[in-house]
Nanobody, 129 residues
């Protein structure tokens, strides 16, 4: 059974940092591109970052470039999302998921959410002063 479990969220102040974790079980990370997504109240889910399994390339949506870093620890089967300089607009539930169709994310990864599955339960990030 494939499962993703996200953790690491919390209530933080603007400018703080967080490291989110996505623990995977039931699949091999080398076989799937893995994405991080977020959904704020009243808004659609959006892709924020993706890590390709094919070549390790990383992709970010424009609003998070320079502040978010995706990485993985294959031995621990965990994908991380380092978030620096948090802003109130980063407030959302954050999810990870596997791309069932590709091992390479591509620059349009955040427009192909339908390719992703095995969504975790999410971890809440709230940025407020």
């Amino acid at each position: 059974q494939v499962q993703f479990v996200e953790s690491g969220g919390g209530l933080v102040q603007p400018g703080d940092s967080l490291r989110l974790s996505c623990a995977a079980s039931g699949l091999e990370l080398r076989d799937y591109a893995i994405g991080w997504f977020r959904q704020a109240p009243g808004k659609e889910r959006e892709g924020v970052s993706c890590l390709s399994a094919s070549d390790g390339s990383t992709f970010y949506t424009d609003s998070v470039k320079g502040r978010f870093t995706i990485s993985k620890d294959s031995a621990k089967r965990t994908i991380f999302l380092q978030i620096n300089d948090l802003k109130p607009e980063d407030t959302a539930m954050y999810y990870c998921a596997a791309n069932l169709m590709r091992r390479f994310c591509g620059g349009s990864f955040n427009q192909r959410l339908y390719e992703y599955d095995y969504w975790g339960q999410g971890t809440q990030v709230t940025v407020s002063s």
